[in-house]
């Protein structure tokens, strides 16, 4: 049995994509995936599967059950642990919710980006799937441009750091 994370991109985000995650939860149900759970109200889903879990079949999943489509990012617990243990700016973000991880479907590592100078205080670092960023003055004042994260690509999706480690625990939870 593997367990799964997915995050859902833009979902109940400012009003939004609005989705309750008891739908939500039904939706990842139908496939077949057990011990599924949510966390906060903006798509995020921890589940184990016996079978191995696709992408695309949740998200028509999702939007055949909700009429919600939203592009999302599937991760193992393993890889969710990887990427966020990869973090090289976990030990300079002293405000976990001002630091965040976006989550590539590919290579992240490849994407040009403003300078360090034009970004202070700000700081930003690439991993293999993921940009990790550090917003010491919040995280609706980054001084990174939204073409940057255009420029990601339709799966690219965000969480701060207290919802990855929050995430983890749970994911943690079902695999032992």
């Not at 994509?17 to 990842?28: C, F, N, T």
């Not at 994407?111 to 993921?130: K, Q, W």
């Not at 960023?133 to 750091?161: H, V, Y």
């Amino acid at each position: 049995m593997t367990v799964y994370v997915a995050l859902l991109r833009g979902v109940n985000v400012g009003g939004a994509k609005r989705l309750p995650m008891a739908e939500l939860r039904s939706a990842v149900e139908s496939l077949g995936h057990g011990s599924v759970a949510t966390l906060l109200q903006s798509g995020n889903v921890v589940f184990t599967s016996d079978a191995e879990a696709d992408s695309a079949a949740l998200e028509e999943a999702i939007a055949s059950a909700t009429g919600v489509r939203a592009a999302v990012v599937l991760l193992t617990a393993a890889q969710l642990r990887t990427v966020a243990d990869a973090n090289p700016l976990r030990a300079v973000a002293t405000d976990p919710s001002r630091a965040t991880i976006t989550f590539v479907e590919g290579a992240a590592d490849v994407l040009t980006r403003p300078s360090d100078a034009e970004l202070a205080p700000e700081m930003v670092a690439f991993g293999p799937h993921a940009v990790y960023q550090w917003c010491p003055d919040g995280i609706s004042k980054s001084r990174l441009p939204a073409r940057f994260f255009a420029s990601l690509g339709p799966t690219a999706t965000a969480r701060n750091l207290r919802t990855v480690d929050r995430l983890l625990a749970m994911a943690e939870e079902l695999d032992s």
